[in-house]
């Protein structure tokens, strides 16, 4: 397995706070991206990272920021938490997305999740 | 734009039954397809996975052809088990940084 955690795997906050997940890979894979799960939308990405300090959103970036200062850890904020980010955070690693126009073969190798609940 | 459309479930099977999740695509270029897999409580794992035209993957009994005249890559799996029970994702890949998943069909076998 693919060597990839994520912290906190549960999380209960308020509407308004803060949130910041981390996600910490031992691969040295250097792409990583954030999404999130829901029911009826399969995986939806919300940002990703293509090395240390370069990263670009994704199709559900707003309300999200992130982090990489090292490749080994990719951080998500929610910067002031709604109701609407409820929902199961998966972090991913892939060692090359592939090349555009390309056979491509971008297998992505996923954490454990976070589920976060915003009363 | 590139999607994914993937059969609605909950699928439920009894133990041995053959098993079909249809899965189509609409892409340009020359996507890469794949299966995930999701067990309970896990994050998603690979399945298997086809790169061109007419290839077939295949892994753990399970099979999937990538059928470019009918945009399809349906899975298949001619006898499944109860430890089979799992949310099962179609995914394509265009190139650059974007892999697009289907919504996921959540496969129930019984014993």
């Known amino acids: 397995d693919a060597g990839i955690t994520q912290s906190p795997r549960h999380k209960v906050t308020e509407t308004g706070t803060p949130v910041t997940l981390r996600c910490h890979q031992t691969e040295n894979h250097r792409y990583m991206y954030w999404y999130r799960q829901d029911p009826g939308h399969g995986l939806r990405l919300i940002h990703y990272s293509y090395g240390v300090k370069d990263t670009d959103k994704g199709e559900v970036s707003d309300g999200y920021s992130v982090s990489r200062s090292k490749t080994e850890d990719f951080l998500l904020t929610l910067e002031s938490a709604t109701s609407s980010q409820t929902s199961v955070y998966f972090c991913?690693?892939?060692?090359?997305?592939?090349?555009?126009?390309?056979?491509?073969?971008?297998?992505?190798?996923f954490g454990p999740g976070t589920r976060l609940t915003v009363l | 734009g590139n999607s994914v459309t993937q059969m609605e479930g909950p699928v439920t099977l009894s133990e041995e039954a053959f098993l079909t999740i249809n899965c189509t695509y609409t892409a340009t270029g020359y996507p890469s397809l794949f299966w995930y897999v999701q067990y309970p409580g896990e994050g998603l794992q690979l399945l298997l996975k086809a790169t061109k035209a007419d290839d077939k993957g295949s892994n753990k009994g399970f099979e999937a052809t990538y059928r470019k005249e009918t945009t399809s890559f349906h899975l298949e799996k001619g006898s499944v088990q109860v430890s089979d029970s799992a949310v099962y994702f179609c995914a394509l890949f265009t190139g650059g940084f974007k892999t697009i998943f289907g919504a996921g069909t959540r496969l129930f076998v019984k014993a």
């Open positions: 991913a690693i892939s060692e090359t997305p592939g090349l555009a126009g390309g056979p491509g073969t971008d297998t992505q190798y």
